[in-house]
């Protein structure tokens, strides 16, 4: 990211992004070498009230800032996000009450009159990994977080890997750790990996929160093996150059070494290129700490759709 400056009207184009959230909506003006110029926190209520504040937020700057060649929204999902289908830009199917079916990139590109594109919030953070973190100079890598669930954003050749939408690899299935009887905690699957190793799915198996199990605890032993069979899986299937490992859960930093660990057992040396052998390389934290990555991700998609860097995608 570029040094801090003063910023002043006409030192333009600046660029909107959005990150949609559960809880909140980041909203951030940025300039185009990634400066925040302006930014708020909107609570997410209703889908009307909380858009309708969110163009209001941008509408106030649009004076000094505007207009916006470009916008991006990092959000909370499941997205549909194929451009042929009639949905397409809309939130589909989630528990959060009144949100499914909201068209939430059609309702910023209108309300912004501006090329806008959306992405996961996961795939933002990886986008943003990409650009800015961890695996900078990797075309194809991905970026797993495990928290209050858990998501994978894959990255493959500069672009957010998706075909008739994104993946959703918190939800495949894994073998059972030995001795691991815990139904579950995944209302649509139980025993998928989410639902199996999210924060809650720990808290729910031990009865006590991530957070406060001592490292000698068996709890991270067995989390490490979801993480690095999901690590593994990854690697044969995508072979990304890096594989960035955030959320709340890896907050614990010794769980990094552990799935290195037990990784390096499972894969047990088939098939690896010598950049894969290195597990410490491979498997790492993110380099993004400061600014939330699925925002930085939402700034990435902004330039994108204003034109400002490469990109295949479909903005419009
Ligand atoms: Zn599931």
């Keep these: 990211m570029a040094e801090r400056k003063q910023h002043r009207p006409g ?15 980041n ?5 185009v070498d990634g400066d925040v110029v302006a930014e708020t926190r909107i609570p997410t209520t209703e889908p009307d009230e909380t858009l309708s504040a969110v163009l209001a937020f941008f509408g106030q700057h649009a004076e000094k800032y505007g ?17 042929a289908s009639a949905t397409f830009g809309s939130i589909v199917s989630t528990p959060k009450p009144g949100w499914s079916g909201t068209n939430i990139r059609n309702t910023i590109r209108e309300g912004l009159g501006t090329a806008t594109l959306l992405d996961t919030d996961v795939n933002c953070a990886a986008l943003a990994e990409g650009r800015f973190g961890a695996a900078r100079d990797c075309s194809t890598h991905c970026y797993i977080t495990i928290g209050t669930g858990i998501g994978v954003g894959i990255i493959a050749n500069g672009e957010s890997l ?15 750790a030995p001795g691991d009887t815990y139904q579950g905690l995944c209302p649509y699957h139980e025993d998928c990996v989410e639902g199996l190793a999210c924060g809650p799915a720990m808290a729910d198996r031990w009865g006590e929160r991530p957070e406060t199990l001592s490292d000698e605890h068996s709890a991270w032993d067995m989390e490490a093996h979801y993480v690095a069979a999901l690590c593994f899986n990854i690697i044969y299937t995508v072979r990304p150059e890096k594989i960035v490992i955030g959320g709340g859960v890896f907050e614990r930093k010794m769980l990094y070494g552990r799935v290195r660990q037990k990784l390096s057992g499972l894969l047990a040396g088939y098939a690896l290129t010598p950049a894969e052998q290195d597990l410490e390389s491979l498997v790492c934290a993110p380099g993004i700490t400061e600014t939330a990555p699925g925002l930085l991700g939402a700034f990435a998609l902004a330039g994108t759709a204003a034109g400002l860097d490469r990109g295949g995608r479909h903005v419009d």
């Design 67 to 83: 207009p916006f060649p470009g916008a991006g929204i990092a959000s909370f999902g499941p997205l549909d996000l194929d451009p």
């Design 162 to 176: 998706g075909g008739t939408t994104h993946p959703e690899l918190g939800h495949t299935r894994l073998p059972r």
């Design 27 to 31: 909203c951030a003006i940025f300039s």
């Design 11 to 25: 030192d333009g184009p600046y660029l909107a992004a959005i990150e949609a959230g559960g809880t909140k909506f």
